[in-house]
């Protein structure tokens, strides 16, 4: 139960970041994504990513600072193991479920709906 | 963690079946035309995770259909989430690069 | 005949001998639903894009005046329409069905009074008896044109404003019974430096002030000489800014003479609306069906409408450029 407890917490303070940057800074969603997933290949190259993910789980698996994260270690584990050219071939390599999904059921999406206004 | 408790996945692959189911219920809730009303009351809260991303994709996938499906759908799914895959792509490039250089210096 | 510095008088008169306002499912909920002729349940008015949509609420409007004006296509002589859609396609389309000799308008929110303002010039003038004024926005097509795709879940801050999905129509001739249009005021573009496009209503105040003390200073008028004195679509955030900036400038329109056609089209409990109406068909089809209808009623006698425009495009906007506005008014009078 306290997983969860702490998956929500996180998750929210993450979020709530987020909010500040659209409403305090002004900026565009478009921008406020754009920082948090920069921050988070960051956080993810300093090795402070990982132990939140451990501890908060999809609190900090699932906002978009993740998605920083998985790129930078994606890159690192395919550079160890094929050498440099892994940096290329492993960057997409862990996030490839959500971004594949998303262009999948996107274009599902896009073949069922039309849009409601 | 839903998936981890009763699905028995492991701590590393629970986030890849949690990532898909969130992105197919977004898309289901931005083709019904509540994602955005959601959106309204919880701001970040719905842009920040994953939803938001996949939301991104759906909105500009459907919305543009009336431009056909090659070039209305196909060339604008990624109008809004392009940004994103091209600030983390190029981000995360650069850390690996720095990364690389420090470990064969002996640094970390 | 030019007055004072931006002002015409119309010496002859033009009269409005009848008009027409086409509206969607949230003006269908708002408190000036019986002011419309025609009300649409679906966004898509059964076309398969938004932007076909919007063509086809031009088109009704212009019909529906046609026909209340008791005349036929072929006795209008020229058609003045403008919108909000890139290269205005709806408004040209919708000429190209009615194949009236046609010239295109853009003054974004605005083009209403520009409309009426260059139709009763024409009229006047003698270089035209019967004009078509029209103009129209759908909210949806705006919404993907300037903001994001309509299902794109970003947050809109209170300061925001809907834009009326709807078309309002009028046919200015020089002859004929009903409202007659008896000056206008060209207004100035004014920047104050505004860049927030989720608050528009700010930013087009200044313009509608400007515009406002123009035409008392041109005809020397005071403001007690109209009935009802509205602005476009300031909303209420904006309809406050343009009220305050007034009275700093000592000139004190009563509050019960001075409203907004973009909170009047909506009633308070639409919270989807957040700040008010806006977009072209807001002063439109208010003015054209709202307004007018009270003036055939003998409500209304004198009325000055100033319509304001927020001339920025999503482009000006990414290149930080600020929102320049610009506001029209025309008085017309039975």
Known sequence: ???????????????????????????????????????????????????????????????????????????????????????????????????????????????IFRPKG | MFFVTYFHFSQESSGNPTVAVLIILTVLLTGFGVFDHIAQWAGAGTIIPVTGFANTIASAAIEHRSEGYVLGVGGNMFKLAGPVIVYGVFSAFVVSIVIIIFRALGVM | MLQGHQTWVFKSRPTIIASAAVGGPHEAQGPLAADFDLLHEDIWLGQDSFEKAEKKLQEQACETAIKKANMKKEDVQFLLAGDLINQTVPSSFAARTLGVPFLGLYGACSTSMEGLALASLLVDSKFAKNVLVCSSSHNAASEKQYRYPTEYGAQKPPTAQWTVTGSGAAMVTDHGEGPKVTTATIGRVIDMGLTDPFNMGAAMAPAAVDTIEAHFRDLKRDPSYYDVIATGDLGRVGHRIAGDLLKKHGMDIPEEIFTDCGILIYSKDQPVVLAGGSGCACAATTTFGHFLNRMRKGELKKILIIATGALLSPMSFQQKESIPSVAHAVSIEL
């Open chain 1, 1 to 111: 139960m306290e997983k969860f407890l702490w998956a929500f917490l996180v998750g929210g303070a993450i979020c709530v970041i987020g909010q500040l940057l659209l409403d305090g800074l002004k900026l565009t969603p478009a921008h406020t994504t754009c920082a948090l997933v920069v921050t988070g290949a960051i956080l993810g190259g300093l090795g402070l990513y990982d132990p939140l993910v451990k501890f908060a789980g999809a609190g900090a698996t699932v906002p978009i600072s993740s998605f920083g994260n998985s790129l930078v270690k994606g890159a690192l584990k395919e550079f160890e193991a094929t050498g440099p050219i892994g940096v290329l071939t492993g960057i997409f390599q862990i996030t490839s479920a959500g971004i594949s999904a998303a262009i999948i059921f996107g274009f599902m999406g896009a073949l």
